[in-house]
């Protein structure tokens, strides 16, 4: 990491010295060069400084303190719109989006999105906010469907996803998921066609791996269509929602019953720009599967002690 970085910061400070100098002694130089070497010193300004060692954290696993001390230290402050700005120019086109979710504690089945006006629950009539006007309960949930739709954008992703039925088998053994009886049965054999297919992961975790911090709960999503040694790799998982640790049973519930109804089975049904999202089962330690179990499902059957969705999410 450190010797990509230096260089992103080596290839700053050369242009921000020719900048000083000014492109006057580019004059001199052959027309193509001079074009090349122009197009590289746009290239360098600060927002793609900023861009580049954004990509460097997302490779390394940098902290975001080392990444900015590194750039102060060596070529000054990057104006703190610069990197607003370049942020969400990331977070745009990575489909990223935050739905701040406020649910019913009173009686648990009731979620209200950020667009929504009401203080009151329309099932049982509690207050959304307590006496400071601060919401009594949130959830940050990540939309799957936008995160989707861009990554199908992309034809490199679509490449991956022909690795059902591109790979090398053998009637013989059973060497994936995608061999088993169980996904036989629920999705058939692959003749072509593109499709994603989810498995569930929820585990509970301290917040910023700090122990005895506050605990959050992730809702991941692994995309078993890609290749196994990419499919269990942080990088190529879809972050669903974090719900706070100290919700149970229903209280999470209602959660899972709202992505349910705002985008899951729709995605399962009508599928995103002809390619199907199916949900396949959930990888849950036993208090998860606990919980699980008390969320609204219409049809399970266990395998191995792992309960699987047969038909949709929930």
């Known amino acids: 990491m450190a010797h990509v970085a230096a260089k992103a910061v080596h290839d700053y400070l050369h242009f ?14 052959p ?28 490779q390394t696993g940098c902290s975001h303190k080392a990444i900015k001390s590194m750039i102060n230290s060596v070529c000054g402050q990057i104006p703190r719109a610069t990197m607003v ?37 329309p099932k049982c009539g509690g207050a959304r ?7 009594k309960e949130v959830c940050q949930y990540f939309p799957l469907q936008k995160q989707i739709e861009k990554l199908l954008e992309l034809p490199a992703f679509r490449d991956l996803l022909k690795y059902e039925h591109q790979r090398a088998t053998n009637s013989a053994f059973m060497t994936d998921v995608h061999d088993s009886p169980m996904w036989v049965k629920r999705f ?28 959050i709960k992730p809702v991941v999503f692994m995309n078993l269509s890609l290749p196994p040694k990419l499919r269990a790799q942080a990088a190529y998982m879809f972050l669903l929602m974090l719900i706070p640790a100290k919700l149970k049973g229903q209280a999470a519930r209602k959660y899972y019953d ?23 089962g959930n990888t849950l330690d036993t208090p998860g599967r606990a919980e699980m179990l008390n969320m609204q499902v219409r049809h399970i059957q266990r395998c191995f002690s792992i309960p699987l969705l047969q038909k949709k999410f929930v």
């Open 85 to 121: 700005k370049m942020d969400k120019k990331l977070i745009d086109g990575g489909g990223g989006m935050c739905l701040q979710l406020n649910g019913c504690n009173s009686c648990n089945r009731h979620v209200f999105l950020p667009s929504s006006k009401e203080t009151c629950c």
């Open 16 to 29: 921000k010295r020719r900048k000083r100098r000014g492109t006057g002694s580019l004059k001199k130089r």
């Open 188 to 215: 058939g054999v692959c003749e072509g066609t593109l499709r994603i297919v989810l498995q569930l992961c929820v585990d509970g975790i301290p917040a910023f791996a700090i122990k005895h911090s506050l605990s």
């Open 258 to 280: 709202f992505a349910a109804e705002y985008e899951m089975n729709t995605m399962h049904d009508h599928g995103i720009n002809g390619v199907k999202v199916m949900m396949f």
């Open 129 to 135: 906010f307590d006496n400071k006007g601060k919401p």
């Open 31 to 58: 027309k193509k060069r001079r074009r090349l070497l122009v197009k590289k010193i746009e290239e360098l300004n600060p927002e793609n400084v900023w861009l580049k060692c954004r990509l460097i954290q997302r």
